[in-house]
């Protein structure tokens, strides 16, 4: 089946300083890629919505001067946490979605687990 | 390399029970996931279970085999609304989810 990655699966940085998490389809070109925020045990909060080529779309009450999304390429989505504050420290899942014919499947990736110290 | 498995569709009717199986080989276990999530929205937790057992809630129950490498979905007295995809997913040894495809649930009336 298809195939989402994420880099890197761990981060650990200091407060202040911007992390990049790079999220990839590796079998399949994604006509729209997802990112999400877990906590423990929850639903995922679906952050962000990105086409390729076009501006995300960020959901109510997320910071898109904060959380910057570049969807450049078909197979490749950025999300930059810029100064990383210890409250954004979070699970990060960012999913896939391919259309084929009729369907539309969403694949996930495997997370990023960000700690902001 | 790491492998799950699940029903890619299911069919049930209104008022019934349907059981959602998952079969997963993973590097390591830190538990399982089940997610509902509905056309367009986002996954909706349903249940963790990293013990072997049946876990019931409400309407839903999970169960989990870690010697078998299997766990189930059981939803009861099923309703319109619980048309939706079921998405199991593993914690591995390095707390990466891994994610199966997704079974896609249908209810008729």
């Known amino acids: 089946g298809a195939v989402v990655s994420q880099h890197p699966s761990w981060v650990i940085c200091k407060s202040g300083t911007s992390v990049k998490i790079e999220c990839r389809s590796l079998?399949?070109?994604?006509?729209?890629m997802f990112w999400y925020r877990q906590f423990p045990k929850q639903s995922l909060m679906l952050m962000a919505t990105s086409n390729e080529g076009s501006k995300a779309t960020y959901e109510q009450g997320v910071e898109k001067d904060k959380f910057l999304i570049n969807h450049a390429s078909l197979t490749l989505s950025t999300l930059t946490v810029t100064s990383a504050h210890p409250e954004d420290s979070s699970f990060y899942i960012c999913?896939?979605?391919?259309?084929?014919?009729?369907?539309?499947?969403?694949?996930f990736g495997p997370g990023t687990r960000l700690l902001v110290l | 390399g790491q492998n799950i498995d699940q029903p890619t569709e299911m069919t049930a009717t209104e008022g019934a029970i349907v059981q959602i199986n998952c079969t997963y080989q993973t590097s390591g276990f830190n538990g399982l996931f089940w997610y509902q999530q509905h056309a367009g929205e986002a996954p909706t937790f349903l249940s963790y279970n990293v013990l072997d057992g049946l876990e019931e809630k409400g309407r839903f129950s999970s169960f989990l085999s870690r010697s078998k490498g299997y766990s189930y979905l059981l939803l009861k007295e099923l309703q319109m609304k619980d048309s939706a995809s079921y998405l199991c997913a593993v914690m591995d040894s390095n707390y990466q989810l891994i994610w199966g495809a997704g079974t896609k649930l249908i209810i008729k009336p």
């Open positions: 999913s896939a979605r391919t259309s084929a014919g009729e369907s539309e499947t969403q694949y």
């Open positions: 079998d399949f070109q994604a006509t729209t």
